[in-house]
Every structure is written in C-alpha cells, then in structure tokens.
C-alpha cells in the first residue's frame, strides 16, 4: 500500500494506492446479526481537519505511520510504502506484530519519547461507556470527538450527531479538553465504518506531538474488550481490540489506557447515573439531544437497562415498542444474542409476565443464571491502564464499584464463555 499526503493549513489529504499483492477484499464475521460479511476498501482517499497550524513535522514519523496503519491495516498487504521514514526499532515491531514492513526506514531517527508533561488522550463518541471514561481519566486528558463528515453532495443517513455536539459542549463548559475533528476516514471502509479498533484514534495519534500525549483510550466495555457475551471470553490483549495495537501504541510511547474495558455496561451505567455526566450522555447515536430514536437496538437495551438500574417499572406497552422494533427482532432471533450478559441482566430482573420479555429471559438464562459480579470491576483488566495513571482510575472506579473475586471471574468466564461457539474473522 502506498500512501501519500497533502496538508494545508491543518487539512490532511491522505491518499491510498494499493500495490497488486494489497488484499482490498476481506470476508469478516459480523458479531451482530451472526453471518459473514463482506468488506471492501471503498474510497481511496480521505481528509482530516487539524488544528491550521498543524503540519506533518508536527509529528514523529512513527506515530504518524502508525494511524495510517489504523486507518487501512485490513488492506494492506506485506508492504506499506511512506514519504517519511520510520525509526528502525518501529519498523522491527510492526514487522514482529504484523508481518507487515512499513517504508522507508530512517536509521538515524530515534522512536518516539512522550513528555514527561505528557497527558492521556480519549476517543470520546457522547455516549454512556465514552463519558464513563471521561469520568475516570485525569481531568487534563485531551478527549477527540470523531466529527463524520459525508462525501460531497451526500448526507449521513442514519447518523444524528447533535446528541455528541452536545456532549462535548457540555464538557467544555466544564473545562474539559474537547476536540471535535472532522474526517470522512470510515468512507475507506465499504460498507461504511471504521477498519480497526484503533481507527478512532487517529486524531489524537496525528496531534500526539501537538498536544502532548502519552496514552491512547477509548470507552469500550468489557462486553466488546473481552466478548463477554458476545463470542467466547478472550483476553483483550489477543483480540482485535488489543492485538496487534496494544504493542504498536507502546513502540510510539503511547501505550493503552482504557479505564471501562474491566467495566460492563451494567457498571458504567450506574457510575453514571451518580454523575453529572449523565445529563448529556446519551448512547443513541441517531436521536436527536435528549431524545433517543428508540427505534434501534442500542435503544432497546440501554433503556431496559436503565429502568432496571432505577428500579423503574417496565410496563407491557413499553416492551411491545420495544420488541417491535425491526432491528431487534433481528438481532434477539440469533443466538447467542449480541450483549447477550447485558439482556441476561436485564431479564434476571424482570417479574412482568410480557411473553416476548419471558422469551427473551429463557433464552438468555435470565433465569437460572448469576448476574452480580456484572456490578463490578474485572481488576485483571488493570493491565491496559498505563502504569502513570492505573492507581488513578482504580481509585476513581472503587469509588462506585467494587472489584470482583476469583469466584466472580470463574462465573463469568464458565457462564459467558459459553454463550457462542468460537468466530473467526473480524466482528463489527
């Protein structure tokens, strides 16, 4: 793959060449609706809007090769080919991690040293487990919003992002480091999304240098880092959420910190409900401010999930809207279901007699299963803290949860890990 640029007054203009032996093309086991997908590279090009005094010496050449590899790994094939070359000790581990030889090497340049002022970036999305991480991290942390930006003469379809504009609103008035880039980088994606679990850390990887940064976080849960009910357990630092990235981030001197994958959905969702974050988080990424579509399957689950962390009643006219939803009876007539724990949560709680409710509870084994060690912290997790700021959201975190015992572990190990036969492929 052979990727050039140009950058004007903070527009990078990135443009991707494929090489013959680049495979464009990929069969990935879709985790959602339980079939395999094909995933294309779609654009060859793509553009993100940094501050107007950015340029590419603003960056170690390092960091940079590393979010062009996050933004086209899928698609590359043995080689990818720069302007600017890469230290040789970066050049060694990716070749060690991936099998793939980034080019040219510069022998002279010396990898990557953050600061020792340095502060942790976040890839913050507006919603629940995004915000929860917000929470968690040092209040200097650099938080990077993904602005969406569609091809000229489109319109992003079912995306509302005023919900997010929001959120980081509300977050700058309370004296949070915001940055709202704009990119139409998940166009190189067809069908439309982001290639890798690092993709949405492209910003804060380009403007590392520029910032001052030491670690690179996101919000995800311990439903998508270790597919608790999701596939089998797994370790994070071996699936796709961690591997190859979690070595590559630490080559740049960036490693992981991500403060919510020990925490389920269940857990982030009481901490911020005792926070004030919970005014404007909101996982509906289609609603409108304060307004969730209700009419997705994020819909059905956070706010089943929030009527049982209130102790709210779930009335029989709600869960028929509910389970009308197109997309829901999609997803729930799979097996296992995805976030099947977060629905065997939600159902073991439940004492209505709606017949679709007591399906779903049967099939998710609401009923027979244990659910209280999803109210608390997978410490074992601690390892994708950076060392500088591990006791700093562990202490944050203690604040509202409790972490789980050997015995909470073996639970949820033995009960999740066996919701799904093993998928090979990238899941989405």
Partial sequence: MIIDYT????????????????????????????????????????????????????IHPDAF???MMAI???????????????SR???????????????????????????????????????????VAALLLPKDAHLFYIDRMPPKG???????????????DSLTKLGRNVHKIKTDMQYIRKPVGFSTFLTDSVPALLLADYYGLDSAGHGQTLEIGYQVGIQNFKDCKHNNVGSPWHKLLEAIDMPFTLPTIGLSEISTTKIINQSPFRDFAQPCARGKVKKPCMNCYQCFRKSLLER????????????D??????????????????????LTYITAHYNGKHNDMLALKKKTRGDTLKVDWMNKYYYESQELLAPKYRNHIKKEIYKHIKPMNKH?????????????????????
């Fill in 321 to 342: 809207k509910l389970f009308n939803i197109k997309e829901v009876k999609k997803i729930i007539s799979t097996s296992p279901v995805h976030f099947e724990n977060v």
């Fill in 89 to 131: 000790t970066f050049h060694n581990q990716v070749k060690t991690a991936t099998n793939i030889e980034i080019l040219p090497i510069n022998e002279e340049l010396t990898p990557r040293k953050a600061p020792t002022s340095a502060v942790p970036a976040l890839s913050y999305s507006g919603g629940i487990d995004s915000n």
């Fill in 154 to 168: 489109q319109t992003l379809k079912l995306l509302n992002q005023e919900a997010a504009y929001y959120a980081c």
């Fill in 7 to 58: 950058c004007q007054k903070g527009k990078l203009e990135l443009l991707f060449t494929p090489e013959e032996d680049d495979p464009t093309t990929q069969h990935i086991f879709n985790n959602v609706f339980k079939k395999t997908m094909k995933v294309e590279m779609g654009s060859r090009r793509c553009e993100i809007h940094l501050p107007t005094d950015w340029t590419v010496r603003s």
């Fill in 408 to 428: 909470d572990i073996k639970t949820m190990k033995r009960d999740m890990g066996a919701c799904a036969p093993s998928q090979a492929g990238h899941g989405t």
């Fill in 65 to 67: 090769a590393l979010a």
């Fill in 72 to 86: 086209v790994h899928p698609f590359c094939g043995p080689k990818i080919r720069l302007r600017l070359g890469v």
């Fill in 308 to 319: 049982v962390m209130m102790n709210r009643p779930i009335n029989n006219k709600f869960l």
